[in-house]
C-alpha cells in the first residue's frame, strides 16, 4: 500500500528530445507527488511537485501529467539538455504527522550530446 | 532563507567501531526532520523521523539508533557499525504538516 513503482529505470535521449519518466502508486490516501533530482554525490533537489486536484503542472521544461483514476502520474522533460543527466526520483507523501516521503526506485536519465 | 548542513560528506569506519552523523537545520524552527538511506543505484529508504525535540520514531529494525538533542539538530548513531550499514546517508527537513522536504548533500559511508 505503501509503494510506489517507478519506470523505466535508465533512458538514454538525444538532446532536444522529450523524456519521460513514469510512476504508479497504490495507496489512495496519498495527496502530493513530487519529483526529485539527483546528480552523483548530492542530495536530491525537489524538482516539481502536484497535488491531485490538478492533471498537469508545468514548470519550464518540467511538466508534470497526473492522472488520478489510473493512480498514475509523469515527469515530462521538453527540450532535454546534457545538463539533465542525473537520476530522477518520484515520490508520494500523505497527511499524517509524520509526512515522510515514499520514494520511487529511480530513474538514471542520460541526455546525450 | 533554510539551509540544512550535513557532515562529514564521506566516512570510512572499520566494522564494530561506532558511527555519529550530524544534521542541523538554520532559518526555520521546529522542523519535521527525517534520516533516509539510499542503496548504491536505488531509492531512498526512510530510517528515522521526528517532529520535536527528544520525538524519534525508527521505521525500519536495525542497528541505527536516531536523536534529537536540539530544536534544528539530529543525530544518526551507530554503536557497533556492519557492514551492511553502508550506503549514502541523507537528512532532511520539512516544514510541520508540510509538504515538500528539503535534503542535505548527503554522507557517504563506507564500512570496511
Known amino acids: 500500500q505503501q509503494q510506489v513503482k517507478q519506470s523505466p529505470q535508465s533512458l538514454i535521449v538525444q538532446k532536444g528530445g522529450i523524456s519521460i519518466i513514469n510512476c504508479a502508486y497504490e495507496n489512495t490516501a496519498f495527496d502530493y507527488f513530487p519529483w526529485y533530482q539527483q546528480f552523483p554525490g548530492k542530495g536530491p533537489a525537489l524538482l516539481i511537485a502536484?497535488?491531485?486536484?490538478?492533471s498537469e503542472k508545468k514548470e519550464g521544461r518540467f511538466t508534470i501529467s497526473f492522472n488520478k483514476s489510473a493512480k498514475q502520474f509523469s515527469l515530462h522533460i521538453m527540450d532535454s539538455q546534457p545538463g539533465d543527466s542525473a537520476t530522477y526520483f518520484c515520490?508520494?507523501?500523505?497527511?499524517?504527522?509524520?509526512?515522510?516521503?515514499?520514494f520511487g526506485s529511480g530513474t538514471r536519465l542520460q541526455v546525450q550530446p | 532563507s533554510q539551509t540544512i548542513h550535513q557532515w562529514p560528506a564521506t566516512l570510512v569506519q572499520p566494522v564494530g567501531s561506532p558511527l555519529s552523523l550530524e544534521c542541523t537545520v538554520e532559518g526555520t524552527s521546529n522542523p519535521n526532520l527525517y534520516w533516509y538511506r539510499q542503496a548504491a543505484g536505488r531509492g531512498l529508504q526512510l530510517l528515522f523521523y521526528?517532529?520535536?525535540?527528544?520525538?524519534i520514531s525508527s521505521e525500519v529494525p536495525q542497528n541505527l539508533s536516531a536523536s534529537r538533542p536540539q530544536d534544528r539538530q539530529f543525530i544518526l548513531s551507530s554503536k557497533k557499525l556492519l557492514l551492511s550499514d553502508s550506503g549514502f546517508y541523507l537528512c532532511?527537513?520539512?516544514?510541520?504538516?508540510?509538504?515538500?522536504?528539503?535534503f542535505g548533500q548527503g554522507t557517504r559511508l563506507t564500512v570496511v
Open positions: 521526528s517532529v520535536g525535540i527528544g520525538q
Open positions: 515520490a508520494a507523501s500523505m497527511d499524517t504527522g509524520r509526512r515522510a516521503l515514499t
Open positions: 502536484i497535488r491531485p486536484d490538478v
Open positions: 532532511a527537513w520539512s516544514v510541520p504538516r508540510g509538504q515538500s522536504a528539503f
